[in-house]
């Protein structure tokens, strides 16, 4: 993804918030990184996320399946939705831009780690 290698780490939901980071490499250097945080919020899940160490604008929940969540941001720039789709072992998020009715989208297709 992006020219590089993209790696993805996730802790498990205990205590009610699941934390994430993010990197990419290129050339043996990582040339990206992102932390993220899904949490309850005033009833409301949200997620965070912070590029490069920077909070960004949150993400609220609106619809989930057990092997789907979306996430959406309508006053935002590009992304407007976060799409997390679990199938196995596999984990694709796609981030889009629906409320600006743009066609851009990029896709992210993440393997379990043996």
């Known amino acids: 993804m992006w020219g590089g290698v993209f790696h993805a780490y996730y802790s498990t939901p205990e205590g009610g918030r699941i934390l994430s980071y993010s990197r ?20 409301q899940v949200v997620y965070i996320p912070f590029p490069g160490g920077q909070r960004k604008e949150h993400f609220l929940l609106t619809k989930s399946t057990e092997k789907r969540a979306v996430f959406e941001q309508p006053k935002k720039d590009f992304p407007t939705r976060i799409d997390f789709e679990r199938d196995g072992d596999t984990l694709r998020i796609t981030l889009s831009d629906p409320h600006n009715k743009s066609d851009q989208k990029e896709v992210f297709v993440l393997k379990r780690a043996p």
């Open 24 to 43: 990419l490499e290129k050339g043996g250097k990582s040339v990206f990184y992102e932390f993220e945080k899904l949490d309850v919020q005033k009833g």
